[in-house]
């Protein structure tokens, strides 16, 4: 059970560039998110899916698409990287959304867009 | 106002010293708690929930008062490994996909 695992675990970018960071998970949870975290800002939410194939923004969506074509898959995609993109950026996943329900983290990834 | 509300720190304490951290939050309908450890460089990992009465594990005690709310976080008998940044985390409504919000973290290093 390797639980939520991301790759790459580190990219650097030319600004205009285009990546896509995949997330897998291997607990059946349905709900999975995609966080950036930058330097006193703290965890931001960029996009989260509440199950195959549904998609939903979060709090810092611009710049971003996502697609959840599998249950256990989301990958998030940058189409023209800007050096303002550059972070950690952490996927996570959850259960379901009751009380105790907390989320599970991978391991991130650290993308520097130069 | 931000939602969840952390004092940054950092916390320099020394081995074997107690140190609490305090976090409020602004949405009055939260429902639930969570206090998270993350490691330099790394993941975000759940070290413990927070219930209403308080709870313990170990050397952590977690309480929750609701009327000001706020949540607190007590640590007993500093080790050097309890070195990391701590994350107040808040359930605002079930039922909700997004709705945990984190605290921006306090960060607190344990001195031999």
Known sequence: NAGVTQTPKFRVLKTGQSMTLLCAQDMNHEYMYWYRQDPGMGLRLIHYSVGEGTTAKGEVPDGYNVSRLKKQNFLLGLESAAPSQTSVYFCASRFGTGYTDTQYFGPGTRLTVL | ?112
């Open chain 2, 1 to 112: 106002r931000k939602e969840v509300e952390q004092d940054p720190g950092p916390f320099n304490v020394p081995e074997g010293a107690t140190v609490a951290f305090n976090c409020t939050y602004s949405n009055s309908a939260s429902q639930s708690f969570f206090w998270y450890r993350q490691d330099c460089r790394k993941e975000p990992k759940l070290l413990m929930s927070v219930y209403s009465s308080g709870n313990e594990d170990g050397r952590f005690t977690a309480q929750l008062n609701r009327a000001s709310q706020y949540i607190s976080l007590l640590i007993r008998d500093s080790k050097l490994s309890d070195s990391a940044t701590y994350l107040c985390v808040v359930n605002p409504l079930a039922g909700s996909a997004r709705q945990l919000t984190f605290g921006s973290g306090t960060q607190l290093t344990v001195l031999p």
